[in-house]
């Protein structure tokens, strides 16, 4: 590999380990908030913030030209699901640990993998197959069916792992045709006003300055996330880059112990080694794949 693709590529992953702590520290702040702060209101200030700070780092590098889409259905589309991402992330974690919610959410780039390969009716290959089911043994063993974690509230997070599922998917088939900036825009626009309507009838005044902080700082943590995440892509290829994601586990993980003084008990841990063993292991696949298709 020549020095400058190997510079980037290392810029890339240093970006992308950035975005993942971004995403770590957000969804430990939600969790924090979400306690003293209704969800309804949480959602809705994660998105007005962060598409107040887009705003202001877009406009001035794109002006108008931020507004042109070539799909507009796609982007309203995206936007919902989205917020309804967010609504699941904020339910889920007001029962579950961080590190535990972080560990289940990353079997969703091994579900987008494989469904994206039969989208585009690629052959599935069985080192995905069995990569696929070892996440979700790993998931088994973090709720584990029998005991009180395993209830109806899992539900919420297995909504979760479908909705993020098709708002990845949404989100590979626009990057094609639509602008990274635009989508971002518009994203955090459509958010913040599906997320006002119900404020019409649940806003509550919020009158703790620490809650208000923290739900800026969400917003911030967001924007800034996103936009590292859209700059590692632009320097780096997927391949090289998904190993990367399941560093946010570990972040998950940190967050939880320093904030809420949770570790994940043994058997969560072998769940939470498992899935992070899956996912790193069909990022490499993806990878190599990559690298036999650019040889041949």
Same mark, same amino acid.
């Given at each position: 590999?020549?020095?400058?693709? =190997? ?9 992308? #380990? ?49 507004? =042109? ?41 091994? #579900? ?9 009716? $690629? ?49 590979? =088939?626009?990057?094609?045709? $639509? ?94 080694? #498992? ?17 036999? =298709?650019?040889?041949?």
């Amino acid at each position: 590999m020549p020095h400058r693709q =190997k510079h980037h590529a290392l810029l890339g992953i240093i970006l992308l #380990l950035m975005a993942v702590m971004c995403f770590a520290a957000l969804d430990t702040t939600s969790k924090h908030v979400i306690a003293v702060v209704p969800l309804l209101v949480a959602v809705w200030a994660r998105y007005f913030f962060q598409a107040l700070l887009t705003t202001a780092v877009v406009l001035p590098i794109k002006g108008l030209d931020v507004l =042109k889409t070539n799909n507009p259905r796609q982007q309203m589309t995206r936007g919902v699901l989205l917020v309804t991402l967010t609504f699941l992330v904020f339910s889920s974690l007001k029962f579950m640990p961080v590190g535990e919610f972080t560990a289940i959410v990353m079997t969703v780039p091994l #579900l987008v993998t494989l469904l994206a390969t039969r989208t585009l009716g $690629e052959h599935v290959s069985t080192q995905r197959v069995v990569l696929v089911c070892g996440g979700f043994v790993g998931t088994l063993i973090i709720v584990r069916p029998g005991t009180q974690m395993f209830g109806w509230s899992l539900l919420i997070p297995l909504a979760l792992v479908i909705v993020n599922t098709a708002f990845q998917l949404m989100t590979s =088939k626009m990057a094609r045709t $639509e602008d990274a900036m635009t989508t971002q825009f518009y994203t955090g626009w459509i958010g913040t006003a599906l997320a006002s309507i119900p404020m019409i009838w649940y806003w509550v005044p919020i009158t703790d300055a620490q809650a208000w902080l923290e739900l800026v700082f969400m917003g911030f943590a967001g924007c800034v996330g996103h936009f590292m995440l859209i700059l590692a892509f632009e320097r780096s290829p997927a391949g090289t880059l998904m190993p990367y994601m399941y560093a946010q586990i570990g972040f998950g993980m940190l967050g939880g112990w320093l904030v809420f003084d949770h570790m994940p008990d043994h058997f969560s841990m072998i769940g939470i080694g #498992l899935i992070a063993l899956c996912g790193t292991a069909g990022g490499l696949l993806t990878a190599y794949e990559v690298r036999q =298709k650019t040889q041949s």
